[in-house]
DNA sequence: AATGAATGAGAATTCATTCAT
DNA sequence: AATGAATGAATTCTCATTCAT
């Protein structure tokens, strides 16, 4: 196989322009109709350069992704995972979501991809270890706080709430009622209902939640 | 412009059949991957004839997203609006979720075209009407249970709510780690949890989300 | 998989056609050179078309090899086998070289195919069975009037033969010193030569070519 | 015009390697779809400096078949051409195919080159005057123990045994049915058939092949 | 001189849509 | 009306060759 890796310093700054119009072009026509052309020029550069970096449209996808939870592991990382112990479940939601309203803010476009992977097959295999990588921390984090919970449950509230979040990130993308703020705001609201009563280790096991 | 709409029972049959195949087909690879060919002959028949009765692709979303609405309204129409005026919030979000349940379990395919819709601008229109008229519902039944909200809190609280259910909806498509009553019992409980604040009405303005 | 084959007769006349122009077309340029729209124009036609009956460029060469093989068999089952025992070695180098000498005055183009099958490690799949059908009939031949060799010394002279064959269509094809009845002159010598002491059955085993 | 030849003896050197890359790759992919970065890489090498000494790829191939040339001419030096008056056929075919099997054995990427050149316009010409030069050798042989054959016969045979050599060539590249020496020894085999009444000069003039 | 990045024309292939039969 | 053939613009990707570092 080929080797697509800068060797050099412009490489390597020609492929950080390639994904920041890849950012745009996605989430400006979203990943399907997004064109290796169209990325191209709106990196200034031609359709030839692109090819020597990516072996394809898909890998520049993952490559973005990949870009994305460096930089959102760089933003939480500030955080470590043991100060979550002495926290309520207020501000649990918080150290979450904040960071996360902080880094949507700066990659608007963050969300088409991810959208887009429910609806390409291909794209959605490309995603899937960023998409996995998000959930470390959740788990992490439930592991720490609830250590009586199994894997299985952790595994099932992270995931539910990882789909509650790309809910409402599309509501930030797509929908010109709800601006940017109401929604992490809102997002807030729901994520502390719905893990107040897990998180609360006194209560018979959360499942099947019951007050 | 041309009469798309079938003249004959024959015709009418036809479409359905279209539809059946439409739906089937962007399933399994979406609406951007989904050729037109393809779905006419999922649908025993040919482009041509399929082109007497569309005028393009997008259309077929379009009359599929509104057979989706009609179908949902049929269900609906069981339980009248006037019946969620005594209803604790459990059971209405039961009300909500039960039949919603039943709707994906007969119509797997629903959800595609609706994330589909934010990855395709056209497609996002030709949806449009029909996620519209989802919305309806719930604001009707906040209108009769919280007269004192104000529209655009009765539509904000609604287009979150369709946000969560939508995400937990792609939950159902494309987890297989969750299967799908848990993901109906988990988006029960995450309703339940946002909307008993809203729906109390002794409480303060909700909008705020203060205890 | 799609179905390529053609289903009316204006689409079996066009594959003809299609057909014809490839030979053409890989006769000029040759294969690896020889684009879908050079060949979709030559047919006049679009390469829409073209790919309407074709999956790709490589299906093109191996349904013109069929179709050279079929007309070749077309051609020999004039020449039942059993004529073959009463026949001297030139009577029977004649039987195979005359209507070879006939079938390439009408299809010059046939042996580029055969050629760019050493170039091309695609075209050579898609070409195999079509060579090996030519192999059948020596084959046949040699079983019946040298009952005693065994399979894989008719295997070798076979391959052998056939590779003196393409030699020398090379020859014709590519050589403007040696003219079209030449060349077939001298490969009927060169087969006769090589042949006769392999026919001559009271002869010790050929394979050691000793007098 | 550029100066392409090597100036320095580290030149020759890499010019020497990237030959050997480019025979080894265009004898595993072909001609055409050698790269000339993969030509390159193999000689451990950047296409940049590949261009330092070679205007283009038809350049290579040609500097290749040069080298070819040299190397055989070379080896065939050890065998003076007058040294050919006192043989008879089997010995003068034995000087002949002898030492190309050898050849061959050292160089088995050979064959490629010179198929290819059937198939691209662009490869023959570069390969032409390689291909004449091997043809030298056979009319001067001829010349000397027939001089009473025209230049025009002398070519003639000369040509088509090239031609069948090459045919047998290809056997030996291509097939996996024929070993090298089995391919050889019919090789020799043919020729001794063919070259026996041509050089007979007794004989009455052997382009009519009558007995 | 050496490396590998940059370029862009050109190739194969797809597919929505229109049209002939 | 039904079928499937026809069209060609658009898309992804390749690669010989040139250029910047």
Redesign the pocket.
């Known amino acids: 196989m080929r080797d697509y890796s800068?060797?050099?310093e412009?490489?390597r700054q020609?492929v950080n322009r390639l994904l920041d119009a890849a950012a745009e072009v996605f989430g400006e026509v979203g990943y399907e109709a997004?064109?290796?052309?169209l990325i191209a020029e709106r990196a200034a550069?031609?359709?030839?350069?692109l090819?020597?970096f990516f072996?394809?449209?898909e890998a520049i996808a993952k490559a973005l992704a990949e870009r994305y939870v460096a930089t959102w592991e760089a933003q939480t990382a500030a955080m470590p995972i043991e100060r979550f112990t002495e926290m309520t479940v207020e501000q649990m939601t918080d150290a979450f979501i904040e960071p996360l309203r902080e880094f949507i803010r700066d990659n608007r476009d963050f969300h088409v991809l991810f959208a887009s992977s429910q609806t390409s097959r291909a794209l959605a295999e490309a995603i899937h270890p960023a998409d996995e990588a998000l959930l470390q921390r959740t788990d992490a984090v439930f592991a720490l706080m609830r250590p009586d919970l199994s894997a299985a449950e952790r595994r099932r509230y992270g995931l539910i709430g990882r789909y509650i979040v790309k809910g409402l990130l599309a509501a930030v993308a797509y929908s010109d009622e709800l601006d940017f703020d109401t929604v992490f705001d809102e997002l807030k609201h729901v994520m502390n209902r719905y893990l107040e009563p897990i998180m609360r280790r006194e209560e018979t096991l959360p499942s099947d939640h019951s007050p």
Do not use: E
Not at 34 to 37: D, F, V
Not at 45 to 49: A, D, K
């Open positions: 800068p060797k050099q412009r490489g020609r997004a064109t290796t052309i550069t031609s359709v030839g350069s090819y020597q072996p394809n449209k």
